[in-house]
């Protein structure tokens, strides 16, 4: 994009130059936090993951089975932290090192 194009910005609420957005987004992609699965696949808000290891939940006296599909998880903005619901379970955070993307 040209210089003299200009884009608006939500945030600030002023119209910029569309180089300084398209700086300010690789400067956003630079500061995410990439969390990674035990085998080093990406993981992304959404996707579905298989435990590698029992787990045994402290607070909810229950041990989660290796090979237990998790649904739907959530990146917390800690590149070692997954958030995700299971059944029974509320609030489980888990490791990243102990599951592996389906």
Known sequence: MSDDS??????????????????RAAEADEDAVVVRDAVGNVLNDGDQVTLIKDLTVKGAGQTLKRGTLIKSIRLTGDAQEIDCRFEGIK????????????
């Open 6 to 23: 200009y884009v608006y910005d939500e945030v600030s609420g002023e119209w910029l130059p569309a180089s300084e957005v398209a700086a």
């Open 91 to 102: 609030g489980l955070v888990l490791r990243a090192e102990f599951v592996k993307k389906r």
